[in-house]
């Protein structure tokens, strides 16, 4: 039987959505929804990852395992790594990253990208991806689009609409062909072994241009692997519109 561990990074510092990990849902904060609902996965443990001491007595109240992490890493990947050494994991075990703002995520959808990984030997890390079929989507910047290869690997993500289709954007307006564009949905599963590696790259010059972590990633030849997700993932609460949006489709 796979065994995977999910971390919930949780920041409480937003720029945009002061202290959202403990923002209310349906009267519970956030980060316990989340964990709530990685608890509903196949996961051996769940463990939130925070700085603040806030965020640690909630989860702890709630009933969660939590650790306190550093707060000057620069980046999620690198507070995953922080966990995994705390917690001792082999370079073998497997991580998914759960984001701290994916109240509504569901759990079969975490344990497909643990799934895919272990199934893929060849690849470092897994994500998952759903199709875009509205152009307004697609030319949006914080939704990031990936390109997969025909055995399930990324080409490339970026915050520009790829594949750039030469007639379909000759025009401003009008449907777009089905099944050609992918939006990519943040949730990883990594080995403890590439989180040792990732920590000690430089930020490569893609990363740092589209401002993607997993960039750096590719950048050093780390295969990703990308699945269509077996169930839709809601979109995650960045803004204050966001979270009202979440909070009326749990009502």
Request: charged share 20%.
């Amino acid at each position: 039987m796979m065994s995977f561990t999910v971390v919930i990074p949780a920041r409480y510092a937003s720029t945009r959505l002061p202290g959202k990990p403990l923002v209310d849902i349906g009267g519970l904060p956030m980060v316990v929804r989340v964990m709530q609902r990685a608890w509903q996965s196949g996961a051996t443990s769940v463990c939130v990852a925070t700085d603040d001491v806030r965020v640690y007595e909630v989860v702890r109240e709630h009933g969660g395992e939590v650790l306190m992490t550093r707060a000057d890493h620069v980046s999620g990947t690198d507070r995953l790594q922080e966990v995994a050494a705390q917690l001792g994991l082999d370079d073998d075990h497997i991580i998914v990253n759960v984001q701290g703002d994916e109240p509504l995520i569901p759990a079969l959808v975490i344990d497909q990208v643990a799934s895919n990984l272990a199934e893929n030997r060849d690849c470092g890390v897994a994500t998952l991806c759903e199709p875009i079929t509205c152009r307004k989507d697609l030319f949006n910047p914080n939704m990031v689009k990936v390109v997969a290869n025909q055995q399930g690997q990324a080409l490339y993500f970026s915050r520009a609409p790829i594949p750039w289709h030469r007639d379909a954007f000759a025009h401003s307006e009008g449907e777009l062909p089905a099944g050609q564009w992918w939006r990519h949905i943040g949730i990883y599963a990594y080995r403890v072994g590439f989180l040792k590696q990732f920590v000690n790259w430089p930020p490569a010059l893609l990363e740092l241009t589209e401002s993607l972590e997993q960039l750096r990633a590719m950048a050093n030849g780390v295969a990703i692997h990308v699945a269509l997700a077996c169930e839709k993932v809601p979109a995650g609460v960045d803004t204050a519109e966001d979270l009202e949006h979440v909070r009326g489709l749990l009502k």
